[in-house]
């Protein structure tokens, strides 16, 4: 049984940079792929990037293409996502996802999912 906790979320002004974290504890934390995914008040969940178990490969929506940049530390159990020049639509919880299988991460279908974490961009 895998936990994920996110963190680093909070008020940020637009074109601004964030940087979130998901600690993840319970499970071998290099075994799985990775994905962040986020969901804003009235809107169904959105996938934002996904990465493999060895941090080699990712993939990412086309609106965090160049924006955000996924990446995990597998000594320290973290996966982050680099956030920048933050815009208002970035507004929305930010979860953090866990699954063996890299195209589950990506179909948003994963077996392990955070707590999500609040990212508000002001204008």
């Known amino acids: 049984q895998v936990q994920l906790v996110e963190s680093g979320g909070g008020l940020v002004q637009v074109g601004d940079s964030l940087k979130l974290s998901c600690a993840a504890s319970g499970g071998t934390f290099s075994m799985y792929a990775m994905g962040w995914f986020r969901q804003a008040p009235g809107k169904g969940r959105e996938f934002i990037a996904a990465?493999?178990?060895?941090?080699?490969?990712?993939v990412y929506a086309d609106f965090a293409e160049g924006r955000f940049t996924i990446s995990r530390d597998n000594t320290d159990n973290t996966l982050y996502l680099q956030m920048n020049k933050v815009k208002p639509d970035d507004t929305a919880v930010y979860y953090c996802?866990?699954?063996?299988?890299?195209?589950?991460?990506?179909?948003?279908?994963?077996?392990?999912w955070g707590q999500g974490t609040q990212v508000t961009v002001s204008s």
């Open positions: 990465i493999s178990p060895n941090g080699v490969s990712t």
């Open positions: 996802a866990a699954d063996t299988l890299y195209r589950t991460v990506v179909a948003g279908t994963s077996d392990y």
